[in-house]
């Protein structure tokens, strides 16, 4: 009987099965925050158990609130960046160089296929696109696996889920993810592993995989994940040079961890997307998924794009293209948030931030910030944002606010028009017809 | 091992949801502590005052679906820091059950009728329930009536309350 690359990964790393169907894993990675860590670390602490079980192999990051906004949001930054001195977590990346933790621990080669990853974040499951098994935890989790490098799972379940067919123009990973949601809804994976396949998948870049990935979780699963493939090494060819002979071999190595083609799902559907439209949602569910064309006429008052969903240098270059020469509306507040460093100069170099700028947008270093509602953007009561991100739920980026999700060139559009509309980048429009 | 006895706080209610037991707005709390008085405070519940109501108070008593709504820990962890280390329900939201035995703590369900006969204990006046893992065992008492009453809890869950919690199993053997 095959396996999955779930199973396989799950093999590799078992210390120990204690009672029925819990695995404990090794980890190779624990990835940590300012905004869940500092709980973690101060327990571990007052347990007289403030160790990490190998600060190689421990990467953090502030990112969701910084610079910070209040003593609160400070005091959480200073013990992570005092815990990552003490302990001597030299990946640790704070203001200057820090980024959405989701963007910023795979653009710095430390998600390879095979791993094992936890984080105390629910958007863990983006590593996934690079054919590791990453997965967000809780608080106690997340202690065990600073103290021990350890982590306790159920035997893994998948959902075989294989996107095919030939995506229109202006057409993106983003709206492919929301109609993945739509169709299985917002527990369709619960408890389950997102295997995405198929064509569509197998032609997508890294970033587009890190879309999907990110979004596993608003159907329920405890994480995504992507087979590796060449697309995978290329990405992580600087970084994995000096470890194999050639790119070919290294595909070798990392192939020992995908699925058998008679591996056993416990669940596997398909979709084609051919006719897919661009898409964005109209509840406070990650579900409640309509067509673009079916909202037009929605008025917003705050077009974001960042996000560890949709905040990536492709994503900028597509919005970038829908504004250039354009202005925003003037009732509208356009808000970029570059999700690196890295991201952020480049889109500087490329002149992305001047057509932003022109266009009226504010750029943003980079933070989680508007995301979850925190800093740089929050929402009023009653107003209404196109977000590029990845969670529509009631308050989520401001109590009282609603948050429609969409693609970057869509919200780009929806920018320059002040009400939710196709972007220009979408010609197809006459062979699609209302089908949802 | 913590110890799990203590007066019993009826929510007669289903679905009640982790806003509901700790407001997200105290999240960015970095110690448990800090929960204390915060416990249960949006709670949407006829007559429930969680100043008068949960003093003493070492047990709570529900109906379905306890927990649900977000994974967050400040749940298990608000009980915990008011000294309310068992909660009895009809069935709970997966990851709150889970927290709670990663915490050290019981999360027991129970049938409907054996759910119903506690409650009716408990409307007689002040309860008391105790709970032996060792030998599953749930003793009911008020105003001189007892109830013994059966649970079932996984191998792998005793050994986390045994240990103290998920931290402190971990450590030890791992
Ligand atoms: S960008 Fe948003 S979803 Fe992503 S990690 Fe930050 S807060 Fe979470």
């Not at chain 1, 992305?352 to 910030?369: E, H, R, S, W």
């Not at chain 2, 949960?54 to 967050?72: A, H, M, P, Q, Y």
């Not at chain 2, 409307?123 to 001189?144: A, H, L, N, P, Y």
Request: with cysteine.
């Amino acid at each position: 009987m095959g396996k999955t690359i779930t199973e396989k990964i799950f093999k590799a790393h078992l210390v120990d099965k204690p009672f029925g169907d819990v695995s404990v894993l090794r980890l190779d990675r624990v990835f940590c925050h300012e905004i869940t860590t500092p709980t973690a670390i101060q327990d571990l602490a007052a347990r007289g158990k403030d160790r990490v079980f190998d600060p190689d192999k421990i990467k953090a990051v502030i990112d969701h609130v910084s610079p910070a906004k209040d003593s609160k949001t400070a005091m959480q930054g200073k013990i992570l960046r005092q815990w990552a001195q003490r302990h001597k977590i030299k990946d640790f990346f704070d203001i200057g160089n820090n980024g959405v933790c989701h963007a910023i621990f795979p653009e710095k080669g430390f998600v390879r296929p095979g791993l094992t990853i936890i984080m105390g974040d629910s958007h863990t499951c983006t590593h996934g696109a690079f054919g590791a098994f990453a997965a967000g935890v809780g608080t106690t989790d997340l202690e065990v696996g600073i103290l021990k490098g350890v982590c306790t799972f159920k035997k893994p379940e998948t959902y075989r889920i294989e996107i095919k067919g030939t995506l229109s123009q202006g057409v993106y990973a983003k709206d492919i993810i929301l109609e993945v949601i739509r169709q299985i809804s917002v527990d369709g994976a619960t408890n389950m592993i997102i295997e995405f396949a198929g064509n569509v998948v197998d032609e997508m870049n890294m970033d587009q995989r890190m879309t999907i990935s990110n979004m596993a979780v608003e159907a329920g699963a405890t994480s995504g994940i992507c087979q590796p493939d060449m697309t995978t090494v290329k990405y992580l060819w600087p970084f994995i040079k000096d470890e194999f002979k050639s790119p070919e071999a290294a595909l070798e190595e990392y192939s020992r961890f995908s699925s058998d083609a008679d591996a056993v799902y416990a669940k596997k559907t398909t979709i084609d997307v051919s006719l897919l439209e661009p898409l964005t949602t109209f509840g406070y569910k990650p579900d409640n998924v309509r067509p673009v064309s079916r909202m037009k006429g929605t008025r917003v008052d705050q077009v974001y794009i960042g996000s560890c969903t949709n905040g990536r240098i492709e994503d900028l270059r597509i919005a970038a293209e829908v504004i250039k020469g354009k202005k925003i509306k003037d009732s509208v507040r356009g808000i970029v948030s570059p999700a690196t460093p890295w991201i952020f100069s480049q889109a500087l170099e490329e002149g992305l931030i001047k057509i932003f700028m022109d266009a009226g947008f504010c750029v943003t270093n980079p933070t989680c910030g508007a995301c979850l509602g925190m800093s740089n953007g929050v929402l009023a009561r009653g107003e209404v944002a196109a977000a590029t991100t990845n969670r529509n739920f009631n308050g989520r980026m401001g109590k009282g606010g609603m948050v429609h999700l969409m693609s970057p060139a869509t919200a780009a559009a929806t920018a320059i028009q002040g009400e939710i509309t196709n972007s220009s980048l979408f010609v197809n429009q006459e062979k699609h017809h209302e089908r949802i | 091992m913590k110890e799990f006895k203590g007066k019993v706080l009826c929510l007669d209610r289903s679905d009640i949801n982790t806003d509901e037991i700790i407001p997200a707005k105290y999240l960015t709390e970095i110690e448990k502590i800090a929960m204390k008085p915060h416990l249960l405070e949006d709670l949407t519940l006829d007559s429930f005052s969680p100043e008068k109501d949960l003093k003493d108070i070492g047990v709570i008593l529900t109906r379905e679906n306890f927990g649900c709504g977000s994974s967050r820990e400040h749940a298990p962890w608000a009980l915990e820091v008011n000294g309310i280390y068992v909660v009895i329900a009809q069935s709970f939201a997966r990851i709150f059950r889970q927290n709670m035995y990663n915490c050290g703590m019981l999360a027991i369900d129970l049938p409907r009728e054996k759910i119903d006969s506690v409650f009716e204990f408990c409307r007689q006046g002040e309860t008391i329930v105790s709970v032996d893992i060792e030998t599953s065992k749930i003793q009911v008492e008020s105003r001189g009536r007892s109830l013994e009453l059966l649970f079932t809890i996984s191998e792998f869950d005793k050994a986390l309350v045994r240990s103290g919690g998920w931290v402190e199993y971990a450590d030890k053997n791992y």
